[in-house]
């Protein structure tokens, strides 16, 4: 089975994939693959330095991250040209890890997108399982995580699908306002409800 790991930004998709890890489960990573893509000397991080300027790339040859993210995450046409040029890209690698696990043998996969509703990926997998929190819980982990003040995790935030359209389009959801053990529990008793463990 193909499971679509899914949620909005720190609403807890690592964590939960971390937990997935314990049972052995592979993942593929959109996040991760997202990095492979635009190490240095790939042609799609040649793309985005000529469509935002070569002063994204740092001296050591790397995308510089955080100049992107502040500029993508406060403009939606800009957004739009980064989305256009990576994620071709990231779509390829991440069928491409998919494909391989189960020619392996792999009875279960999990994909972990972020912007699986956003980028309309839904066909991708089987079951779709949504990391949810409320919005005052997810401002509050993006902040201290990343260290980003109030505007700039609420501009993160809203540059994705608010998490209740999410929810309805999940096959379930696990509830993350809770401590990790409660989100545990919960992921537990999902995966035995789909025959996964
Ligand atoms: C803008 C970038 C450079 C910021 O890097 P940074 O290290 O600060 O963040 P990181 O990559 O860890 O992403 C954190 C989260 O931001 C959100 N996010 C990332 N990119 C986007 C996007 N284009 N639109 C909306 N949300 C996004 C996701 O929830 C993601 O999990 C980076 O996120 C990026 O390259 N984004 C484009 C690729 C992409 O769409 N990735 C999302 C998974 S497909
Ligand atoms: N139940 C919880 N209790 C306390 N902290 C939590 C809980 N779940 C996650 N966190 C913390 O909240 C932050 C966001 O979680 P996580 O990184 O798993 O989110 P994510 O959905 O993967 O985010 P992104 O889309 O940005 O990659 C992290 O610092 C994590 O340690």
């Keep these: 089975m193909i499971i679509g790991l899914t949620g909005s930004i720190a609403s807890g998709k690592s964590t939960v994939a971390k937990m997935l ?49 502040s500029i993508i995450f406060h403009d939606e046409s800009k957004r739009k040209v980064l989305n256009d ?6 779509r390829a690698e991440m069928l491409r890890q998919r494909d391989e696990y189960v020619t392996n043998g792999e009875k279960t996969v ?13 066909h991708y997998v089987e079951k779709i399982l949504v990391v949810s929190v409320d919005e005052e ?16 995790a ?31 529990i919960q992921l537990e008793r999902i995966l035995r409800e789909w025959n996964v463990i």
């Design 137 to 152: 819980t997810q401002l509050k982990r993006l902040m201290e995580r990343n260290q980003l003040s109030e505007e700039d």
């Design 85 to 90: 040029i990576i994620h071709p890209a990231i």
């Design 21 to 69: 890890k314990e049972y052995n489960i592979p993942i593929v990573d959109a996040d991760l693959v997202a990095r492979q893509v635009v190490e240095p000397g790939t042609e799609t991080l040649r793309k985005i330095a000529e469509a935002f300027g070569a002063d994204v790339i740092s001296e050591n040859g790397e995308m510089d991250r955080a100049k992107v993210g």
């Design 154 to 184: 609420k501009a993160r935030i809203r540059s994705q699908l608010p998490l209740s359209v999410k929810e309805q389009g999940a096959d379930a959801v696990i509830n993350n306002n809770g401590t990790i053990e409660d989100a545990k």
């Design 110 to 122: 999990i994909m972990d997108i972020p912007l699986l509703f956003e980028s309309k990926l839904q």
